[in-house]
Nanobody, 120 residues
């Protein structure tokens, strides 16, 4: 079993910053891609940013230039630095990881979600 534990959400004023963290633990052989998704009320879950084990990144157009994803492979942790936050960034943010377990097969895991609220 693998657990993803997120932290760092909260309430911030527009223009402010937050940093999300997500640590993976459990029966892990290796981790391929890690990413952050978000889901606002009444909307579908959407990809915010993703990063491969080699450090290649991908961002949603709406966050390019404001958000930065990074990871520490030694700690099995992914981060999301969010700057210049806007009210439309308000959502529950979920961590996702493609984990190769001890069976050497890929498995998709999700964190429990952390609320980010941006006030205007």
């Amino acid at each position: 079993q693998v657990q993803l534990v997120e932290s760092g959400g909260g309430l911030v004023q527009a223009g402010g910053s937050l940093r999300l963290s997500c640590a993976a633990s459990g029966s892990i052989f290796s981790i391929n891609a890690m990413g952050w998704y978000r889901q606002a009320p009444g909307k579908q879950r959407e990809l915010v940013a993703a990063i491969t084990s080699g450090g290649s990144t991908n961002y949603a157009d709406s966050v390019k230039g404001r958000f930065t994803i990074s990871r520490d492979n030694a700690k099995n942790t992914v981060y999301l630095q969010m700057n210049s936050l806007k009210p439309e960034d308000t959502a529950v943010y979920y961590c996702n990881a493609e984990v190769y377990g001890l069976d050497f097969n890929p498995h998709d895991y999700w964190g429990q979600g952390t609320q980010v609220t941006v006030s205007s």
